[in-house]
């Protein structure tokens, strides 16, 4: 089947290009870029695929250019697709968009928090929200789908097999920290490795995007700080929330080990996990606690917010679109060290 990846130059773009690189069935047959890279090598630019794509080039994002494929990631700024999709999705066997514009039901709600109107409405109730754990049904039957954010993929992993179960009263607390990849290719001055190295930091306080991503499909109100953790990719999602009844620990990891049995993706473990583990990989590893003092439920969630968190997840919902295995070219396996 033939794909094509618009914005295939940045961090998300470029993992897109490495994981179907090693897909049966996809394969890359244009690659688009800004026009500073159109005509370039993939491979001199993102040396890493130079083995893999040693004669494709980056090309406009025209229209024209991606009619007639089977698939098309759009791996491009928040607010930037919304622009192309309506000329393409007409033309093409399926989408998946990486970016937020299309995971928001209400145009009023990304209005609100995206800071201008939406410019295709009309598009929303044709996309399956990307997240294929918990809406797997719906991906399968639709042709155009809004992939996850990484933020609200390890918040929800987290809390939404409690909110499901009616387990959950209140709002819950999330405090996630990712790595500088999720803050794009772009080069910016607070992205410098000597202002990242040694630091740790909170940002977008109470006013970031992905709070009401996760509280659409938590159901529930959402107190969201993200940080910025000094190493290049992986996510770390602390969560709390109030059970609606007395849980124990056991209780909990019952509830989480139920939700996910026989997913290829979600690993429940007894251990805290850890960024390091998820690393390459497509998997989110989980673990819950109940604190008796409080009563507090704790749910931790650590994955690669490039793979699972973005191009990984865009290609298990691009799978699920065409009929494939799901975990078709996506490795189960991290990288250690």
């Given at each position: 089947?033939?794909a094509?990846?618009v914005?295939?130059?940045g961090?998300?773009g470029?993992e897109l290009?490495?994981?179907?690189a090693?897909h049966p ?19 001199a630019?993102?040396?890493s695929l130079a083995a893999?794509?040693?004669?494709l ?9 991606l ?10 700024p ?5 622009r192309?999709?309506p ?8 989408v998946v968009?990486?970016a ?20 295709a ?11 294929p754990?918990?809406?797997r049904?719906e991906?399968?039957?639709a042709?155009?789908?809004a992939a996850?954010g ?9 809390l939404a097999p ?8 209140g709002?819950?607390?999330?405090d996630?920290a990712?790595?500088?990849s999720?803050?794009?290719r772009?080069?910016s ?19 970031h995007?992905?709070t009401p ?12 700080t993200p ?23 056991a ?7 139920d ?7 979600v690993v ?8 390091k ?7 989110a590893h ?5 604190d ?7 749910v ?9 968190g973005?191009?990984?997840?865009a ?19 991290g990288l250690?060290?």
């Amino acid at each position: 089947m033939k794909a094509g990846v618009v914005g295939a130059s940045g961090y998300a773009g470029a993992e897109l290009l490495r994981l179907c690189a090693s897909h049966p069935c996809l394969e890359v047959t244009v690659a688009t870029a800004g026009p500073s890279r159109v005509g370039e090598l993939v491979g001199a630019h993102t040396p890493s695929l130079a083995a893999a794509y040693p004669a494709l080039r980056y090309e406009a994002g025209e229209p024209h250019l991606l009619e007639g494929l089977d698939v098309v990631f759009f791996a491009l700024p928040h607010g930037a697709s919304q622009r192309l999709v309506p000329e393409v999705a007409p033309h093409v066997g399926a989408v998946v968009d990486l970016a937020a514009d299309f995971r928001l039901h209400d145009p009023a709600a990304y209005e609100t928090w995206y800071g201008e109107a939406h410019r295709a409405p009309e598009l929303l109730g044709g996309f399956a929200y990307g997240l294929p754990e918990l809406f797997r049904a719906e991906i399968g039957a639709a042709r155009m789908v809004a992939a996850a954010g990484c933020y609200p993929t390890a918040a929800a992993l987290a809390l939404a097999p409690f909110a499901r179960a009616g387990l959950l009263e209140g709002s819950a607390v999330v405090d996630a920290a990712s790595g500088v990849s999720g803050a794009g290719r772009a080069p910016s001055d607070r992205l410098h490795f000597g202002a990242v190295d040694e630091d740790f930091r909170a940002y977008g306080l109470l006013t970031h995007r992905h709070t009401p991503e996760m509280e659409q499909t938590l159901g529930l109100p959402v107190l969201f700080t993200p940080h910025l953790a000094p190493m290049a990719r992986g996510i770390l999602a602390t969560c709390y929330a109030r059970p609606a009844r007395r849980l124990t620990t056991a209780d909990a990891m019952t509830v989480l080990s139920d939700a996910y049995a026989g997913e290829t993706f979600v690993v429940v473990t007894d251990e805290p996990p850890s960024t390091k583990s998820t690393t390459g990989s497509n998997c989110a590893h989980l673990t819950a606690r109940i604190d008796e003092r409080t009563g507090w439920l704790l749910v931790l969630c650590a994955l690669d917010n490039l793979v699972k968190g973005a191009a990984g997840q865009a290609i298990q919902c691009a799978n699920l679109v065409l009929g494939l295995d799901e975990a078709a070219g996506l490795p189960v396996a991290g990288l250690y060290p």
